[in-house]
C-alpha cells in the first residue's frame, strides 16, 4: 500500500515546533504556578484558622464569657469531620481541607476542651476560589500569547531559511540544467552564517569539479575525434583505390560510416563546449522546410499550415532536420510526414515510436534506443539535433502518437518550437523585427 507524503516546508515545521513547545512549557509552568498558590493559599488559611480557634478558645474557657463559643466556633459540632473528633482525642489542635465538586473547600479547624468536648471552627474558601480563577485566567492568557508569539517568531526564522533553502535549490536546478556560471552561494546571499552556507559551498566544490571532469572527458573526446580525422581520409583514400568489387564496397562504406562517426563526435563536442554561436537570417520558415525536405528525404510529405518569418541560422535549422528525417528514416516507418505551423516544425514517422527511455531522459549519444529501433547509426542524431536546437534558442520535444499503454503506437512525432526572439550571434537575446511586406 502507498504512504500519503504530507509536504510541508521548514517555515511551517519550525513554527510548529516552536509552538509546541511553548505551549508545553507554558502549560506545565501554569500547573506548577495554580499548584503552588493554591498551595500557599490553603496553608495561610489552615494558619489563618488556627489563630481564630485558639482566640476563641481562649475566650470560651474565660469565666467571663460564661463559656459562649465565638467568632463563629460551635462545641461538638455533628458534621465535625471524624478524623478532627480523632486528632481531638489525642488532645492536638488541627486542621483539615475538605474539597467539593464545586472547587470551594472547607476549611476546618478543632481543638480539644479540658471537659472532653470539641471545639471547633468552619469557614468556607470562597473568597481564594476566586483568586485562584482570576489567576487561572492570566495563567491562559499568558500562555496564549507565549504560543501565538512563539507561532510567530517560527514563522520568521523558518520563513527566512526556507526563502535561503529554495534560493539555494533554484541555483542547484540551474546547475543542472547547464548553467556552469551559477553558484550556489551567490545566490543565497544574505549576512546570516548558517548550515545552508555549508550546503551551498559543499555544492559549489561539487559543481566546479564535475564540470572539470565533463570538461576533461570533452576536450579528451574532442582530441580523439580530431586525431582519428587524418588516418580515416586516409582510409578512405585508400579505399578509393581498391579494385571494383563487393568487398571494396564493404570496406569504402565501413571508412564512410567511421568518418562520419568522427565528424558527429566532434560536433557533438563542439556542442558541449556551449561556444557555439547562431549566424541569423530572416527566413520563410515553410518555404525553407518544404525545400531541403525535398531535397533530403523525397519520400517525405510536407504540409505548411501557416507560413511565418524568423529569424534562425539556416545551416543549424537545416541539420536539425536532416538528423531528424534521417533519425525517422532508420528507425521509424514510412510515410514520413512534415508540418509547419507557424513557427513549430512537426516530423512524424508511422514506426514503432520512440523508446520509453528517449521520451524520459531525452537523447543521449551512443544510445540508438530498444532493440525495434536498433541496428543502424551511433545515437548521435537526435543528440546533435538537441544540440543545434539549443544553440539556436529553440526546444525540441518527443512523443509517441499513440497514448500511454497502447498496445500499437501511431509512429514518432518529434516538435521543433522555434523560439519568438531568436538568440543573436553573440549568445544573447534580441526582439525580433520584420519588415512590413513579410507580415
Known amino acids: 500500500m502507498k504512504h500519503l507524503a504530507l509536504r510541508t516546508g521548514v517555515r511551517w515545521k519550525i513554527s510548529i515546533a516552536i509552538a509546541a513547545v511553548g505551549a508545553l512549557i507554558a502549560v506545565a509552568l501554569s500547573l506548577v504556578v ?6 500557599s493559599m490553603l496553608d495561610n488559611a489552615r494558619d489563618t484558622q488556627v489563630v481564630r480557634l485558639q482566640f476563641a478558645l481562649r475566650l470560651f474557657e474565660s469565666k467571663q464569657q460564661q463559656q459562649q463559643p465565638q467568632f463563629g466556633s460551635k462545641v461538638n459540632d455533628p ?38 468536648d470539641v471545639l471547633s471552627l468552619h469557614s468556607r474558601y470562597g473568597s481564594s476560589a476566586s483568586v485562584l480563577q482570576d489567576l487561572d485566567r492570566a495563567l491562559i492568557i499568558g500562555s ?12 520568521l526564522i523558518g520563513g527566512q531559511l526556507s526563502r535561503r533553502l529554495r534560493k539555494a535549490a533554484a541555483a542547484a536546478t540551474k546547475v543542472a540544467q547547464g548553467g556552469t556560471d551559477v553558484r550556489v552561494r551567490a545566490a543565497i546571499g544574505g549576512f546570516v552564517r548558517d548550515e545552508t552556507d555549508e550546503l551551498a559551498r559543499a555544492v559549489d566544490a561539487m559543481t566546479d569539479t564535475l564540470q572539470e571532469r565533463v570538461e576533461a572527458e570533452r576536450r579528451v573526446t574532442a582530441d580523439i575525434a580530431h586525431e582519428l580525422r587524418t588516418p580515416v581520409t586516409g582510409l578512405l583514400t ?31 563536442a563542439r556542442l558541449d ?6 549566424e541569423l537570417q530572416e527566413i520563410a520558415l515553410g518555404e525553407f522546410v518544404s525545400r531541403r525536405v525535398t531535397i533530403m528525404a523525397p519520400d ?60 524520459r531522459e531525452g537523447p543521449s549519444r551512443f544510445r540508438t534506443g530498444s532493440s525495434d529501433r536498433a541496428g543502424v547509426g551511433h545515437g548521435l542524431g537526435l543528440t546533435i539535433a538537441a544540440g ?5 534558442g529553440a526546444r525540441l520535444t518527443f512523443r509517441n502518437a499513440a497514448p500511454e499503454g497502447a498496445k500499437e503506437t501511431g509512429g514518432a512525432i518529434a516538435v521543433l518550437w522555434l523560439p519568438e526572439h531568436a538568440p543573436t550571434n553573440t549568445g544573447s537575446y534580441r526582439t525580433l523585427t520584420r519588415p512590413a511586406s513579410h507580415s
Not at 496564549?144 to 514563522?155: Q, R
Not at 585508400?238 to 558527429?264: F, K, Y
Not at 543545434?388 to 539556436?392: E, G, P, S
Open 34 to 39: 495554580h499548584n503552588a498558590a493554591r498551595v
Open 79 to 116: 458534621s465535625l469531620p471524624r478524623e478532627l473528633r480523632r486528632r481531638a482525642a489525642e488532645n492536638r489542635i488541627s486542621t483539615l481541607i475538605v474539597e467539593h465538586a464545586n472547587g470551594i473547600p472547607d476549611v476546618w479547624a478543632a481543638a480539644p476542651l479540658a471537659d472532653g
Open 144 to 155: 496564549v500569547s507565549v504560543v501565538l508569539g512563539g507561532s510567530a517568531l517560527g514563522v
Open 238 to 268: 585508400a579505399a578509393e583505390l581498391l579494385p571494383p568489387g563487393r568487398p571494396t564496397e564493404l570496406v569504402r562504406n565501413r571508412a564512410q560510416a567511421l568518418r562520419t562517426l568522427v565528424e558527429d563526435v566532434l560536433e557533438v
Open 273 to 278: 563546449s556551449a561556444s557555439e554561436r547562431a
Open 300 to 359: 517525405a510529405t510536407v504540409r505548411v499550415v501557416h507560413e511565418s518569418w524568423v529569424n534562425t541560422d539556416p545551416r543549424r535549422l537545416e541539420r536539425i532536420l536532416g538528423n531528424l528525417l534521417g533519425n525517422a528514416a532508420k528507425h521509424g516507418g514510412t510515410p514520413v510526414e512534415v508540418t509547419v505551423e507557424g513557427r513549430v516544425v512537426r516530423v512524424r514517422d508511422h514506426g514503432p515510436g520512440f523508446p520509453d527511455t528517449l521520451l
Open 388 to 392: 543545434q536546437a539549443k544553440v539556436l
